[in-house]
């Protein structure tokens, strides 16, 4: 057991130490924080903190009234002599973020201006409406959103929009991506190395040949997938808590990604966020050391990575059914906000889980699976003839 020991620590140096490894990980980890950054630079978000007047009241036509006061139409005439509104005045920067979600449930500047308590409810509710009849759902999904539309609050709570939960929430998407490329560049040599600095032969002829050796390079990779995944996270809310406050966590998703069913805290879906991230990142690296392994090559693995990537960005209609649903779980786009509008269900022992409560049920099978493959392959593995 101590050898075991000796040699993780060992393998876990020699992945950390590499020029690679520490060269990638800074890379992409500046670009994290650069992508949250310069959405404020850039002035395409901003902190407001007045806005928290109106947490905890009813959005209804007292509040909505009172944002007209706070904003005025900019109009604009075109050559048929039309007024159009082609933006805003903001008097009171209380009621801007309200106006900005206002905005996009209804469309435009009128509809978002003009809205009323009936019809602001009554396009909410056909967004979803609309959505859930778009999905091919079965009549026990069906069911089941009916009944928990049913509990749910007839009208919406004002929740903090502008802070760092939500900010978080919407953009943690991109840590998956980020976290494919650190692991496709450090771990992508794990197996592959053996083979191709031909150590394989010395290796496999010593004391603690395959089975410890291969059981210490695993929980190396898979460490370093984890910290990887983890640095990357601290960068991409760790920016958004320190620029927009750590108050919030209990506005309700529907303030983040519009008209949805899904009735959750901010909070509590980032902490399921980063959960579910957690564990791509040790799926990642499990995929890409069975890879190494079967291949005995670091191209195959950057290359099926990065088509990893490629092929979540195809969209596959909800007509195609179970393809589709498998489809929405490919792990490098699954943490878009898009899964609070995604209305399929997952049954598992006689209950019905949404895409977010089946993902950390769903991927350990997956890393379990790959382990298995990695371990036989490893085990079956031959020293060729140089």
Known sequence: MNNLGTMYLFELRKIFLRKTTVIVLSIVTLIMIAMNIGEYIAGRKIVNTEE?????????????????????LKKATTEDGESVSIGVSVLDK???????YLYMVGGNYDK????TEESLYKTFNGVIDDNLNEQYLSDAEKAYWEKRRADNPKRLIYGEIQN??????????????????????????????????????IIFSSVNGKKRLMAAKMLAGVTVGFVETLIL????????????GLSGQEASVQFFV??????????????????????IGIMFSVMAMSLSQITH??????????????????NIPDSLGILARIWNFMPVTFLGSWNFNDYHLVPVFGHMLTNIEAAPLI??????????????SYNRYQIRSR
């Open 363 to 376: 991927y350990p099978f997956i890393i379990v699976g790959l382990t298995v493959i990695t371990i036989i």
């Open 94 to 100: 209380t009621y801007e973020p309200l106006f900005n």
């Open 164 to 201: 760092g939960y939500g900010d978080s929430a919407t953009i943690i998407y991109s840590v998956s991506i980020l976290v494919l490329i650190a692991i496709a560049a450090t771990l992508s040599g794990v197996f592959a190395d053996e083979v191709n600095l031909k150590m394989d032969s």
């Open 233 to 244: 996270l601290a960068a991409c809310v760790g920016t958004e808590f320190a620029i927009s």
């Open 258 to 279: 519009g008209p949805s069913a899904m009735d959750m805290e901010i909070g509590e879906a980032l902490v399921r966020y980063v959960m579910i991230m957690l564990i």
């Open 297 to 314: 090559s670091t191209i195959p693995v950057v290359a099926f990575l990065m088509l990893l990537w490629l092929m979540s960005m195809v």
């Open 52 to 72: 928290k007047a109106l947490v905890g009241r009813v959005v209804d036509d007292a509040m909505l009234d009172e944002m007209r006061e706070a904003i005025e």
């Open 112 to 115: 978002a201006y003009n809205m």
